[in-house]
């Protein structure tokens, strides 16, 4: 347990009175709160979210919704993982001290018909490919910080795009809350973590290291000095159609803030890459910093 935090500390709030009433108590008494919004089936990657949000902050709220704005029709939204006794003990055990787990009906009351449409970030690639994906999260996210009123929130450099539209949203919405990407956690074999690496079956489990291993391909050209936006791109997918099972989606070089292609690293480039094995696609993505 984290800080003498134990399972019992974490308190379980559904509605957005109880969820408030505990974050303003937390504030009234000065201490700085970190929200950590997740869809559950938490993995190591949600709790080094957790674990960052701790540091950074007295007080940690998570949430746990699988959204349904974010899927798409023919998607996984009723077959999503779903373990929310096991999710609250592992956000206990990361330091989290309240978790708020609404019912779909309290993020989206009957009638509703207000949503956020982030223009820029949103269109291409994961935009591109589910239409109305980044419209579902920046609606659910303005909603949890409306609710949570954090200090801060964190999330995942997994999802470069969805931190690239969260940040635009916080930004042009004048939103008081500070947004905190953190690294992405891996496998031992390199494989970024995602709740949805359970739909793969063994042996595209195994495939699916073709990801790192493309992505640090990149890595050592850029080390080299490589700054083509086109040989880097072609790099990453001469490695990932080396791998049979897997079929490539998008292999997108673009600029952190704005995701949009550029044609030579930028200061603070990202290299995104989605790849599907049978019917699971993953992402996955590099961060490139240039001093
Ligand atoms: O990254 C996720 O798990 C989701 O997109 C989020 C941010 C919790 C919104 O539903």
Redesign the pocket.
């Known amino acids: 347990m984290a800080d003498g935090v134990t399972a019992s500390d974490v308190q379980t709030v559904c509605t957005p009175e109880d969820l408030r009433a505990t974050v303003g108590s937390w504030k009234a008494a000065g201490l700085r709160v970190g929200f950590v919004?997740?869809?559950g089936a938490l993995h190591d990657g949600h709790l080094s979210l957790v674990r960052r949000a701790r540091e950074l902050s007295d007080r940690v709220v998570a949430?746990v919704?699988v959204?349904p704005t974010?899927f798409g029709p023919g998607e996984d939204f009723d077959s999503y993982p779903r373990s929310p006794e096991r999710d609250a003990e592992m956000l206990a055990e990361a330091g989290c001290r309240l978790l708020f787990l609404p019912q779909v009906e309290t993020i989206y009351p009957p009638g509703g018909s207000t949503f956020v449409e982030v223009e820029g970030p949103s269109r291409d690639f994961e935009g591109a490919e589910r239409p109305e994906h980044f419209r579902g999260?920046a609606t659910?996210?303005l909603k949890l910080l409306q609710l949570a009123q954090p200090d801060l929130a964190v999330?995942?450099e997994k999802?470069a795009q969805?931190l690239a539209v969260v940040r635009r949203m916080v930004c042009d919405l004048h939103l008081p809350v500070e947004i905190i990407g953190a690294p992405i956690v891996r496998e031992g074999d390199g494989l970024a973590m995602s709740s949805r690496n359970v739909y793969l079956s063994a042996e595209e489990r195994r495939a699916a290291t073709v990801l790192h291993r493309s992505l640090e391909a990149v890595r050592r050209e850029v080390d080299a000095g490589q700054r083509s936006a086109f040989a880097l791109s072609q790099l990453v997918l001469t490695v990932l159609e080396s791998e049979p099972l897997g079929r490539v989606d998008y292999v997108a070089v673009v600029d952190q803030e704005g995701f949009r292609p550029i044609e030579t690293l930028a200061d603070r480039s990202v290299i995104a890459i989605a790849v599907r094995f049978g019917s699971t696609r993953l992402l996955d993505n590099l961060h490139i910093e240039l001093g």
Request: aromatic residues 14%; hydrophobic residues 45%.
């Open positions: 919004p997740t869809m949430s919704f959204n974010q999260v659910v996210v999330f995942g999802d969805q």
